[in-house]
């Protein structure tokens, strides 16, 4: 019989500014694909909550924000509560669906609303992203990998009237975040 993988929520708190911002991480402790808090991560936190005004974008011109590799998504998680004017993609490993299931489990117990199709108007879009994968969802690979990411970026620009209330460029990201982005090939 195969044994479970222990679960624990840990608790950070961050202060930028006159701003608490209490964070709930999900680790899931598996030895095939250990998913705790790394301490990249909360070096990245750390950074983040100290420069939050690099991270905010405006109503009119919201920052497109990509996290890979997120693993707890610890950053990503304490930008989505910090933050209001920012599209968030929260991405890991297509191949192990327990990273992203936890990764959703996470946003819910923080109180974050994840994107379309479930809610078009909500800021977080978790999907799976493989490395070296640069292709566009198929009817074998129905995630695709990152011509199909910055096509759904451009839907969720469409969808938010982004392109033509700015300057951006149609799919632009803003940032580019790693801080649990260890290539480990089959």
């Given at each position: 019989m195969e044994s479970q993988p222990q679960r624990a929520c840990r608790q950070f708190s961050y202060k930028s500014g006159q701003l608490d911002i209490p964070v709930k991480v999900l680790e899931l402790l598996?030895?095939?694909?250990?998913?705790?808090?790394?301490?990249?991560a909360l070096v990245l936190a750390e950074y983040i909550a100290h420069r939050l005004?690099?991270?905010?974008?405006?109503?009119d011109n919201?920052?497109?924000?990509?996290?890979?590799?997120?693993?707890?998504?610890l950053p990503s998680l304490l930008l989505a509560?910090?933050?209001r004017d920012n599209f968030l993609i929260?991405?890991?490993?297509?191949?192990?669906?327990?990273?992203?299931?936890?990764?959703?489990?996470a946003l819910k117990e923080n109180g974050i609303q994840t994107l379309y199709p479930q809610d078009p108007n909500a800021r977080v879009l978790v999907r799976g992203l493989g490395w070296g994968d640069f292709?566009?969802?198929?009817?074998?690979?129905k995630v695709g990998g990152l011509q199909q990411l910055l096509k759904d970026i451009s839907c969720m620009e469409q969808?938010?009237?982004l392109s033509s209330?700015?300057?951006?460029?149609r799919g632009q990201i803003d940032l580019i975040l790693g801080s649990d982005v260890f290539y480990n090939p089959p």
């Open positions: 598996d030895p095939d694909f250990g998913l705790y808090v790394w301490p990249s005004d690099m991270f905010n974008g405006s109503p919201p920052k497109v924000i990509l996290e890979l590799g997120a693993g707890t998504a509560k910090a933050t929260v991405t890991d490993r297509p191949d192990v669906p327990q990273i992203l299931a936890n990764v959703q489990e292709t566009f969802a198929n009817e074998y690979d969808i938010n009237n209330s700015s300057s951006r460029s």
